[in-house]
Nanobody
Framework: QVQLVESGGGSVQAGASLRLSCAAS????????IGWFRQAPGKEREFVTA????????YPADSVKGRFTISRDNVKNIVHLQMNSLKPDDTAVYYC?????????????????WGQGTQVTVSS
């Protein structure tokens, strides 16, 4: 089992960039797919992007494609989410999550371990 801790959130102006990090504990980190989700006030938690075990493939949602990039370092047990050209609609609490089972990588139910979340606020 891994434990996840997010960091890197903050308040920025539209058009700015932020890099979120998801640090994992546990020696089996490389066996987990990692996803990022976000939840805005009054809205359901939604998929942002995910990365496979080796970091070969990523799966960005259409809303962030071309702006957000996910990467991982299995030696350092960390996943980064580089967010560029931020928009006010990106304002949310961002969560990383881990899955070592099969299942649809974009589905919340696929993930069984979640971090505590980090707030991202983008003002216009």
């Amino acid at each position: 089992q891994v434990q996840l801790v997010e960091s890197g959130g903050g308040s920025v102006q539209a058009g700015a960039s932020l890099r979120l990090s998801c640090a994992a504990s546990g020696r089996t980190f490389s066996q987990y797919r990692i996803g990022w989700f976000r939840q805005a006030p009054g809205k359901e938690r939604e998929f942002v992007t995910a990365i496979d075990w080796r970091g070969t493939y990523s799966y960005p949602a259409d809303s962030v494609k071309g702006r957000f990039t996910i990467s991982r370092d299995n030696v350092k047990n960390i996943v980064h989410l580089q967010m560029n050209s931020l928009k006010p609609d990106d304002t949310a609490v961002y969560y990383c999550a881990a899955s070592n089972s099969g299942g649809y990588i974009r589905a919340l139910s696929t993930y069984d371990t979640w971090g505590q979340g980090t707030q991202v606020t983008v003002s216009s």
